[in-house]
């Protein structure tokens, strides 16, 4: 059974950082493109970086430069490393396997002063 947990989010103040993780169970997430999304407060779902089986990271504009994707194969895990937070990246963050399209149950990050 495939399942993603995220955690990490919380409340941070603009310019801030935060760590997002994800953690797979039921299937070797190394072998998977997998996708961090997010759903701001009265928005659609955003893609905001992806990462694919052979290691390459793809960003969105509106991240490139300040969010990082990254992943531990031991731990069977990807990351999310967010530096220099706006108030505009307010938003529950996903993590996605797209063969499936299998969803975790988010976590909340609130940029805010």
């Known amino acids: 059974q495939v399942q993603l947990v995220e955690s990490g989010g919380g409340l941070v103040q603009p310019g801030g950082s935060l760590r997002l993780s994800c953690v797979g169970s039921?299937?070797?997430?190394?072998?998977?493109?997998m996708r961090w999304s997010r759903q701001g407060p009265g928005k659609g779902r955003e893609t905001v970086g992806t990462?694919?089986?052979?290691?390459?990271?793809l960003s969105e504009d509106s991240v490139s430069g300040r969010f990082d994707i990254s992943r531990d194969v031991e731990e069977n895990a990807i990351y999310l490393e967010m530096n220099n937070l706006k108030t505009e990246d307010t938003a529950v963050y996903y993590c996605?396997?797209?063969?499936?399209?299998?969803w975790g149950q988010g976590t909340q990050v609130t940029v805010s002063s």
């Open positions: 996605v396997r797209l063969r499936g399209n299998y």
């Open positions: 990462i694919f089986s052979d290691g390459r990271t």
């Open positions: 039921g299937f070797a997430l190394s072998l998977y493109a």
